[in-house]
Nanobody, 117 residues
Framework: HVQLVESGGDSVQAGGSLTLSCEQS????????MAWFRQAPGKDREGVAS???????TYEDSVKGRFTISRNNAQNTLYLQMNSLKPEDTAMYFC????????????WGQGTQVTVS
């Protein structure tokens, strides 16, 4: 039974920092590509950052230089370090996993709320 559980969301002031965590269970993390997505009220879900099995990362343009995605396979945990937060970063953040050969993310967490004021 695959399970992804996010944590770390909070309410912060603009310019602040947060670190989101995603604990994974029920599968072998090092075989999966991982990502963070977010969805703000009234908006479509968007990809924020992704990381492959070798640690190679990609970022959505608006978060480049501010957010860092990382993974610790030994601890089965995915992270998103968020610095210089802006009000437009306010959203529900989700982690997701897929076999790297698959185009679609098969597994999703329940989300953690980030609010920046």
């Amino acid at each position: 039974h695959v399970q992804l559980v996010e944590s770390g969301g909070d309410s912060v002031q603009a310019g602040g920092s947060l670190t989101l965590s995603c604990e994974q269970s029920g599968y072998t993390p090092h075989k999966y590509c991982m990502a963070w997505f977010r969805q703000a009220p009234g908006k479509d879900r968007e990809g924020v950052a992704s990381i492959d099995t070798d640690g190679g990362a990609t970022y959505e343009d608006s978060v480049k230089g501010r957010f860092t995605i990382s993974r610790n396979n030994a601890q089965n945990t995915l992270y998103l370090q968020m610095n210089s937060l802006k009000p437009e970063d306010t959203a529900m953040y989700f982690c997701a996993a897929r076999l790297c050969a698959s185009p679609e993310y098969n597994y999703w967490g329940q989300g953690t709320q980030v609010t920046v004021s």
